[in-house]
């Protein structure tokens, strides 16, 4: 009890600090930053940011009255054709009926967006004069309401303006946009913390995306009874993704260490690198995955675990929205993108489909092992968490040892036996690796630096896990 106490006295603090610091309050700054970032070459701070949550069973039926607090007009409900008859969807727009609030939905989402699906969500979301956009769904939902929101509310913009360098322009946003409040169904992508919005850039195959603290939702109700009608699978790689999210942000390149020195903290990007507070949130995330995911994948009914692996997807998303991720997403991203004719299980999509999490954790042993050697004490306690006796491993061996612990358990949940599983061959690693170059907002954070032969080699190690 004390320590959940301490965890929503933390949440507390954030939330009541997060409009006061110098890079939201005011285009100013202390001209002593400015001399700071003249004199070095990697940054001296870093900035914690969230969207405000609220958790408990049977939660979502409270949105309706949020609406009628915010003077809400008319509210965008967007999700996708999948749970837009499933209890989740339901209990929202019954909320929004009960108390009067004029809403249209949208409910073409895809799984897995891509550009074509954002713009089509884009075109729903300027036909109308939506004053709140609600989301319903997993994190291919809530990405595709932040994008239909700002794009919404820039009409003028092209589409390329605010996606990330080098495929994009990557404008900073500078208006507000409309609330957003988020209901996350799935435990795994944390969206409805963060402000990045994911989708897949299909000309050139490969994932990428819009981060801004200015697409965060103003709001994540977190309602654990959503988890239950998850199947197992998606279960499994949703859980994936919370696993990756801590341990990528905790074992991420440290934010003194991030380099180029931003001229204003309003530059400061999304993605600082590990942080004192980041790390707090990343290892307690850990430790949740380590004790319940697998029980949640198993059975459906665990309340316990499922609504545990909630809050961890919470717990993660605070945590790599603020240090962020590194080369298992950015090498997940043209996992996703060339996907040939693989279908994952107990997905009800129409194409094919390499869902995140699972093109994100089948290169996790591979990644560790090469990253270990830049922070091992880190690559050690991850791999105690999540089961291994290390009282006798030389830091050397740390990340073959977080290797073989990340092996053994995507091999107790059944996941498939690396890339060629997938339907990747050797003759695919120079595209695969091609796609992971532009992924610079992520890769660089890698604790170790790395060439294109390093990232070949990755991949190669990761077409069989076991």
């Known amino acids: 009890m004390a320590g959940r106490d301490r965890v929503a006295h933390l949440m507390r603090q954030l939330a009541s600090a997060a409009c006061r610091c110098p890079a939201h309050s005011s285009q100013h700054y202390h001209q002593g930053a400015a001399a700071a970032c003249t004199a070095r070459t990697t940054d001296y701070a ?91 769904g997993g994190g291919s939902v809530i990405d595709t309401c932040k994008a239909a929101n700002l794009y919404a509310c820039n009409p003028d913009a092209d589409f390329l303006d605010f996606v990330n360098a080098p495929i994009g322009k990557g404008k900073p946003i500078i208006g507000a946009l409309k609330p957003l409040i988020a209901v996350p169904t799935t435990a795994g992508t944390g969206s409805e913390t963060t402000g990045v919005a994911i989708f897949d850039y299909e000309p050139l195959k490969a994932k990428t995306g819009i981060a801004s603290r200015a697409l965060r939702p103003v709001l994540g109700i977190v309602d654990p009874l959503h988890t239950l009608h998850m199947p197992s699978r998606v279960t499994a790689n949703s859980g994936f993704d919370v696993l990756c999210h801590a341990l990528e942000s905790y074992t991420a390149l440290p934010y003194n260490e991030r380099s180029p020195c931003p001229p204003s903290p309003v530059l400061r990007p999304a993605y600082q690198g590990s942080n004192p507070i980041s790390d707090v949130w990343a290892r307690h995330a850990l430790n949740i995955v380590a004790k319940y995911m697998k029980r949640a994948v198993r059975d459906a009914g665990d309340i316990k675990a499922r609504s545990s692996m909630h809050l961890a997807s919470v717990f993660a998303g605070i945590g790599f929205g603020n240090a962020g991720v590194h080369l298992c997403h950015g090498m997940s991203y043209p996992i996703a993108g060339n996907v040939k004719t693989y279908k994952a299980k107990e997905y009800n999509v129409d194409h094919p489909v390499v869902p995140h999490g699972l093109s994100v954790v089948v290169t996790s042993p591979a990644v560790f092992s090469f990253t270990a050697s830049m922070c091992p004490e880190r690559h050690l306690e991850a791999a105690e968490i999540l089961g291994a006796d290390v009282s006798n491993v030389k830091r050397a061996d740390a990340g073959l040892v977080l290797a073989d612990t990340l092996r053994s358990f995507l091999y107790d949940l059944q996941v498939d036996d690396g890339l060629s599983a997938l339907g990747y061959g050797t003759n695919d690693i120079p595209a695969l690796v091609k796609g992971t170059l532009p992924q610079e907002r992520v890769t660089k954070l890698s604790p170790r630096a790395h060439t294109e032969e390093d990232l070949a080699e990755l991949f190669t190690a990761s077409m069989k896990i076991y």
């Open 46 to 136: 870093f900035e914690m940011a969230s969207s405000n949550i609220r958790y408990g069973e049977g939660v979502t039926q409270e949105i309706g009255m949020d609406m009628v607090s915010m003077g809400a007009k008319k509210v965008c409900v967007m999700t996708d054709k999948n749970l837009s008859v499933l209890p989740p969807v339901k209990a929202v727009l019954e909320s929004l009926t009960r108390n009067g609030v004029n809403y249209l939905c949208y409910d073409n989402v895809r799984v897995e967006p891509t550009d074509t699906s954002f713009k089509e969500a884009i075109a729903f979301a300027k036909k109308e004069e939506f004053d709140v956009f609600v989301a319903v």
